[in-house]
């Protein structure tokens, strides 16, 4: 069965600062701030990542025609044993050779059951090749006799009597039809070599109705609109765990249009490409048009991991595109549907360049071209409307970038000429200014030239500084301004040690700061909490992105690019913290 790939507001500014919201959805209170370990790979099987998938079809005793076309497959016995059905589908693993397996799953996705009590099926490694189109009941392939690799699972849904599954179309991963089989043993034999890879066969009682099965197929488009199998997220999916000591790195890259997630530290990882992909499209069940107003997604300019916080456990990804105007937070590691999106506008209107998430499922948003930073809240995004307002919309020339700080709780921002830290109020979303710090001026140019801020993040490991980016290099913050800090002298000559509270408050004096500190137009900078690695994009003029990624560690710098013309923006550590 070929698999199917699908292809793919001006906002006004009306309220003042402390203006609080209206409808919006329960809010817990503000979480502490935290550092997490990193997050694994995980991998899922689609037309553009690192796992593909190749081919599915069913067989039955009753014909010999090409099954491969349709939007289901079937296992199991529909009349008590006349009928019998099995299925068949294999993945191509191969980028995988040699990877260290933490764990797989088979996601699938139940549409029917012959019974809600929940029947066993089975999963077993098929041992000898085969065409989806040809393969038949006479000529199937044989499978493993070796017990310790094959998988089986008891459930059952998508029966109207007693048990009927309940598609999301919105947020797919939460759909009640989907299970999943271990599948790891077979997994780790296929990757290692000792096992040759030519697919799995799904089977189940074939003398009794009770044990029959409909899944969806990896022929979504097939299906009608409205039925579960029109979702990609409910293809038959192989979810691998791998490589599990090592850190995810996700980039904005406007080469791809899309944002890519590597295996940070394999050192072939550009090489190989990116694990996974994603884009808020119909194959990532975003089919809302209104959320892509402004255009068509550029490949983003911001992607942060953050806890779920009030849209459930877990974790999120939270994506802003300058391009179409789209911000999402989107579940992971599914990476399907979203939580809550909203339109901004797209670059021409209000090019944004920064979003982040609260814990109370409120989004800030920095928008550079209209010098805005807006708040909109839960209820906003969770039901959005093309023209919804924000409940907080304050003017930050040249806004860039916003970061939430549990400790305030506080919401920092930085624009052309300032560090801004306002007062957040949890719920309402209004924010009340405290401090505007000016950022150092490009001397080196004149002593009125702007830094032109552009990225801010946290240390980790150190709740007093933030990571500043700007147009005249990178700098650390340091909140309390209560001890000296050196200010060691580097290829950009920024910050000029003349400069206001330069030694206090701007901050050189952290690790590798002559390897970090060595351009101009610093675009973004983020830390891997575990080994301290800095991975960071300076841009090349006069693009304003960059063909590669640098990653800093001591005094090493190393660089990494993948696919044709890339043009990364935003490189981030997906750790799910403050």
């Known amino acids: 069965m070929t698999p199917h790939l699908l292809l793919a507001v001006a906002l006004v500014a009306a309220t003042a600062v402390t203006r609080t919201g209206g409808d919006r959805a329960p809010t817990p209170a503000p979480v502490a701030a935290t550092t997490t370990s990193t997050e694994s790979p995980l991998v899922q099987s689609g037309p553009q990542n690192l796992v593909t998938r190749v081919q599915d079809t069913f067989i039955s005793n009753v014909n010999n025609t090409d099954n491969s076309r349709g939007a289901f497959l079937h296992i199991g016995t529909p009349d008590n044993g006349t009928t019998k059905y099995r299925s068949l589908m294999q993945f191509d693993l191969s980028k995988l050779a040699g990877a260290s397996i933490e764990s797989a799953s088979l996601r699938l996705y139940n549409s029917y059951t012959g019974s809600c009590d929940g029947w066993w099926m089975y999963a077993t490694p098929i041992t000898a090749k085969w065409n989806q189109t040809t393969v038949t009941w006479a000529n199937q392939p044989a499978v493993s006799s070796n017990t310790s690799l094959q998988a089986a699972a008891k459930f059952g849904i998508g029966n109207a009597n007693g048990c009927q599954d309940h598609p999301n179309f919105v947020d797919p991963s939460t759909s009640d039809g989907l299970n999943r089989l271990d599948v790891t043993a077979m ?44 979702i990609a997220y409910h293809i038959p999916t192989l979810e691998i765990r791998f490589n599990s000591t090592r850190p995810v790195l996700a980039t904005t890259n406007g080469g791809s249009k899309h944002i890519e997630l590597y295996d940070g530290s394999d050192a072939n990882a550009f090489a190989k490409g990116p694990f996974q992909r994603w884009a808020p499209d119909t194959y990532h069940s975003i089919t809302d048009s209104s959320l892509l107003a402004g255009g068509a997604f550029g490949g983003g300019v911001d992607v942060k991991l953050r806890p779920a916080g009030l849209y459930g456990s877990g974790q999120v990804m939270v994506v802003a595109d300058n391009s179409s105007g789209f911000v999402g937070v989107i579940p992971y590691p599914a990476l399907a549907g979203r939580k809550w999106a909203i339109n901004v506008g797209g670059s021409g209107l209000s090019n944004i360049h920064g979003a982040e998430l609260m814990p109370d499922g409120n989004v800030a948003v920095a928008l550079a071209r209209s010098g805005r930073l807006q708040v909109f809240t839960a209820a906003q995004g969770v039901n959005w409307t093309a023209g919804t307002k924000p409940v907080v919309d304050v003017e930050l020339p040249g806004a860039h970038q916003v970061l939430y700080d549990p400790a305030g709780p506080w ?98 004096d952290y690790p590798g700061v002559g390897s970090i500190n060595a351009n101009r137009l610093a675009k973004s900078v983020d830390t891997e909490p575990g080994s301290g690695r800095v991975a960071m994009i300076w841009a090349d003029e006069p693009e304003g992105t960059s063909t590669k990624v640098t ?25 799910a913290a403050y």
């Open 551 to 575: 990653f800093v560690s001591g005094a090493t710098q190393t660089t990494g690019s993948s696919g044709t013309g890339p043009s990364y923006y935003k490189a981030r550590w997906l750790v």
């Open 411 to 508: 919401l920092w921002a930085i624009g052309n000429t300032e560090l801004v830290k306002y007062r957040y109020t949890a719920g309402t979303g209004a924010i009340e200014q405290d401090t505007a710090y000016p950022l150092p001026p490009q001397t080196t140019f004149s002593a009125t030239t702007p830094a032109y801020g552009h990225d801010l993040n946290s240390v980790p490991g150190d709740p007093d500084r933030l990571w500043v980016t700007t147009n005249g290099g990178v700098v650390q913050f340091s909140k309390s301004a209560t001890a000296s800090c050196g200010v060691t002298g580097t290829a950009t000559q920024w910050p000029d040690p003349a400069s206001a509270e330069v030694g206090s408050r701007w901050c050189g």
């Open 187 to 230: 997994v780790r034999a296929w990757v290692s070599g000792d096992l040759a890879n030519n697919g799995i066969r799904l089977s189940a009682g074939e003398s009794e109705t009770k044990a029959y099965k409909d899944f969806c197929s990896m022929n979504p488009g097939t299906q009608a609109a409205a039925g579960p199998c029109s």
